[in-house]
């Protein structure tokens, strides 16, 4: 049981406040904070104007100059440094800032370049802490970053449209890990410059805005989370851990005539408060609950659901987690009412009750209890000396259990290192979107094309700088791809990178083929391209950096870009089935004459159908037409560098009406692909 640590941080006074000659009413004294009621306001008595509150941290942030000043520094060491040794020790931490909008929230948690708030801090420390640790210690490390705008969940780490237009990420409850958010991106880093540039990129996609009370207000709830998973071998049995590390960075509450929103901010800003008004009743419901305040039998409902963010955070408040609240406030008069709320509501945090468990994994928990229960027969055959009847059955229960905790514990070592290995290779980083695996590979790579109805796997084969052999497993020398195809040499080719160049070298001999066409002497492989090698064995080549100025290029309209796509690939299939109709000696083992004639009639037909259907899509949901919606002959080869069909002039000089081609025109793009 762990209670939630409250820390109270005071701003020094900003330009409004000071351009409103605002005098200072809120002091603080070790660890309690008092606030002054100014004369402005009456109704209570001459005694009762001052109110003061007892946290666990009290930071006085006014006035560098003075030797009481908190700093980024001294924040992160109290509360920081607390976070990252419950998260090593496998707990699941929090760390949320709450307070009114404009004090202070944001530089808390994220700060500036030159100095750097609790989440820059908190994610330097973490990486710190692994170097440190023993190298008997594997760690795996995700990150994600989202934000709640208007009520809807939005990925700050994936490109998206503007928050405004709707959707979001829906959020779902797991009966055991409990509230999640579906199809959120969560990318595995290796490094704290991995981290550092998904920081940057997250912020840059966060909502803000400026308003009367602050020039870059944030609109939108954010939540950092960073989930760190230990394995280790402890006297021969696996430990692992997972603890996920939550950093949320809360909107401020606000006055409508203070912050002089209207509009779109003025939406935003009443969004927000209703998911504050929510934090505030789950942080008095959860309250009540710990300290037993009724004393009457009826349940106390917390309302998580009444609002995302108090979903989000449900364990983080009252449940698995250890917390730590940081309110922020303003010392200037005319934010007395705000500034109090803060302070109320964050006395009430501190009532409430977490109950942090040790997060352990599944499997590894099994190994551990049945390692518990052959110590348990050991200790019960060593006491029986072998003379009762059931010893024999007490043996080979024994000896079935020691057999099921070696099979595991060689399982489990097998799967976390080969994992662990290829997710250290620089080339290699894995992410989690939605309900699949992303792999993402930054250098020029083949993925396995197999057409074999039992491979379950996907093959994927980065290059790295110089030279790669490929072949057959009869090769004398070491090959850097061994396939096992039919009709592979020893020595069948290699692959040449220089300078984001790959070239193809066929060897002697070797039956190597780009997208259909034979290839006899060096080709230099693009984006996209399909390699067949021997009989079988079919790749496809991905140049990742050519990929990306391809899409950039291919910008110009959907429609061109997929009748690129469909010419290319009847080119591809025209190529393939004229290269198998000139070598039917190599090739009568896979496919007969008429089998390559159906293929490429298939092909034209399903190329004919798309065109036909995106017409019709195209013609049933119009658009405003663009000014580079206009295609040239001279575009198209650009783009695909040579790959492609080129249009004829006719064709590629009409220019596109609105996205709803007509009869006439797909007629002519059908022609021309021929």
């Known amino acids: 049981m762990a209670s939630v640590r409250v820390a109270v941080r005071v701003r020094p006074l900003n330009k409004r406040e000071r351009q409103l000659s605002s005098s200072v009413i809120v002091h603080v004294k070790e660890n309690t904070t008092s606030i002054h009621k100014p004369s402005s306001v009456g109704g209570e008595k001459l005694k009762d104007r001052v109110k003061i509150f007892s946290y666990e941290f009290s930071y006085d942030s006014t006035d560098r100059r003075s030797p009481a000043f908190a700093s980024q520094e001294r924040i992160f060491h109290d509360l920081g440094s607390d976070v990252l040794k419950a998260a090593f020790e496998g707990l699941n931490t929090c760390v949320f800032a709450y307070g009114q909008t404009g004090s202070g929230k944001s530089y808390t948690m994220m700060g500036h370049a030159d100095d750097k708030g609790l989440i820059p801090r908190i994610c330097e420390g973490l990486f710190s802490e692994i170097r440190s640790k023993n190298k008997a210690v594997s760690f795996c490390t995700e990150v994600s970053y989202l934000e709640i705008y208007n009520e809807r969940v939005q990925d700050l780490l994936t490109k ?74 402890d006297a021969e049995l696996p430990r692992e851990t997972l603890s996920k590390i939550h950093l949320v960075d809360l909107a401020g509450s606000e006055r409508a005539n203070a912050t002089c929103t209207t509009g779109t901010r003025l939406k935003e800003g009443a969004n927000i408060n209703k998911s504050l008004v929510t934090l505030g009743s789950v942080i008095s419901a959860l309250a009540d609950l710990s300290g037993g305040a009724t004393t009457k039998k009826k349940q106390i409902f917390i309302p998580f659901r009444d609002s995302v963010l108090t979903w989000l955070l449900k364990d983080s408040l009252g449940g698995n987690s250890v917390t730590t609240m ?74 079935q259990n020691e057999e099921k905790v070696l099979a595991l514990t060689k399982k489990w070592t097998s799967e976390w290192g080969e994992t662990q290995s290829i997710l250290q290779e620089e080339a290699v980083a894995l992410r989690k979107e939605g309900s699949g695996v992303v792999l993402d590979c930054q250098l020029p790579h083949l993925i396995g094309i197999d057409d074999d109805l039992l491979s379950t796997g996907i093959i994927l084969y980065y290059l790295k700088e110089g030279r790669t052999m490929i072949g057959s497993d009869e090769a004398s020398c070491s090959q850097g791809i061994v396939l096992h195809w039919p009709g592979l040499l020893a020595e069948h080719c290699v692959l040449e990178s220089r300078a984001g160049t790959v070239t193809l070298i066929p060897q002697d001999g070797a039956l190597c083929s780009v997208n259909g066409s034979v290839v006899t002497e060096p080709c230099q492989l693009t984006q996209g391209v399909i390699i067949q090698l021997g ?26 870009a997929v009748i690129l796509s469909l010419t290319d690939m009847t080119k591809s299939a025209e190529n393939l089935s004229e290269v198998m109709l000139q070598t039917p000696g190599k090739m009568e083992e896979k496919l007969n004459q008429q089998e390559v004639e159906q293929q490429v009639q298939e092909s034209q037909n399903r190329r004919n159908r798309d065109i036909k259907r995106l017409s019709e899509e195209n013609c049933g949901a119009p658009h405003q037409p663009r000014a580079e919606e206009k295609t040239t002959g001279a575009e198209i080869k650009e783009t695909v560098c040579g790959q492609m069909d080129v249009p004829s002039t006719e064709t590629a000089e009409s220019e596109v009406p609105s996205s709803c081609p007509t009869s006439a025109t797909v007629e002519k793009l059908m022609t021309t692909s021929h």
Request: charged share 20%; proline share 4%.
């Open 326 to 399: 940081i309110a922020t406030v303003s010392p200037a008069d005319v934010n007395y009412i705000e500034t109090l709320s803060t302070l109320r509501y964050a006395s009430r945090a501190r009532n409430i009750v977490n109950s942090p468990t040790v997060n352990e994994d599944g499997s590894v928990k099994v190994i551990r209890e049945l390692q518990a229960e052959v110590t348990r027969l050991r200790r019960l055959l060593e006491v029986s000396n072998g003379e009762l009847p059931s010893s024999v059955d007490v043996a080979d229960e024994l000896h």
């Open 160 to 233: 998206r449209t503007a928050p405004t237009d709707g959707g979001g990420l829906r959020v779902r409850e797991h009966p055991r890990d409990g509230p999640y958010v579906e199809n959120l991106s969560k990318h595995s880093i290796l490094s704290h410059s991995d981290l550092e540039d998904l920081i940057f990129l997250g912020n840059a996609n966060r909502t803000t805005a400026s308003t009367g009370m602050n020039n870059v207000s944030s609109r939108s709830h954010a939540i950092f989370t960073i989930s760190i998973t230990q394995a280790w071998l």
């Open 535 to 560: 009989r079988g064995t079919v790749l496809r080549f991905n140049h990742p950096t050519e990929a990306a100025h391809l899409k950039e290029k291919c910008q110009s309209g959907l429609l061109s």
